[in-house]
């Protein structure tokens, strides 16, 4: 696990890169679905950066973990790379979700004016990444409600679930959970009627 994390952590970075690079090299005939695939890139590549962190705190408490465990969990580190892990996680699941849209009205829809020109499209990634940001950051206003949010496990990923959890953080949790599949569910439903015969 320990040389895996950094295995992956590479993997996703310089595959989200490479493609960036490559759309940015050649022109491409839809330049508004190269823009969000792009976006689609940096939120899977800050995942990337999010283990690279936890990979370089593994080697920096190796072997002696459990005497810093509760210090590193309420450390702003741990608060600040889990955030990272939230915001890439939402603005992914967002991007996918309106990509999917996107392509769903451009194949139903062939003859009608439903695409995106420049500036919807630049709106529309600007707000996915305003709200996954928001998202993120929401943990952070009130301690009170949600407690330490981001330091319920060691990796500091969010989302964790248990009975010492506070009761907002829960249903914040919960919010986001249902939230995220619903996007996945529109997500299969749309690819389900685009391949539908017919």
């Known amino acids: 696990m320990r040389v895996f994390v950094w295995v ?22 839809n330049q ?10 940096c939120a899977d590549c800050l995942m990337g950066v999010y283990l690279l962190f936890i990979g370089a705190f593994d ?7 459990n005497r810093h465990a509760q210090i590193w969990m309420e450390s702003l580190s ?25 392509k769903y009205l451009c194949i139903v829809f062939p003859f009608q004016h439903y695409r995106a020109g420049r500036k919807q499209t630049l709106c529309s990634l600007t707000f996915i990444w305003l709200l996954g940001f928001i998202i993120a950051v929401i943990p952070f206003w009130d301690k009170q409600t949600f407690g330490n949010f981001y330091g319920r496990n ?6 964790h679930s248990d009975q010492t959890e506070k009761p907002g953080a829960r249903c914040y949790s919960t919010a986001i959970f249902l939230g995220e599949g619903r996007g996945h569910q529109s997500v299969y439903i749309l690819y389900g009627a685009c391949l539908r015969p017919g």
């Open 154 to 159: 060691g990796v500091c990923f969010p989302l």
């Open 8 to 29: 992956v952590a590479f993997i996703i970075c310089f595959g989200n890169i490479f493609v960036i690079c490559l759309r940015s090299c050649f022109a491409s005939e």
């Open 32 to 41: 508004h679905h190269t823009m969000a695939i792009k976006s689609l890139c």
């Open 59 to 65: 080697i920096k408490y190796c072997g002696e973990y």
């Open 78 to 102: 741990c608060q600040l790379i889990g955030s990272l892990a939230m915001l890439s996680t939402e603005v992914s699941v967002m991007m996918l979700t309106y990509m999917t849209l996107e």
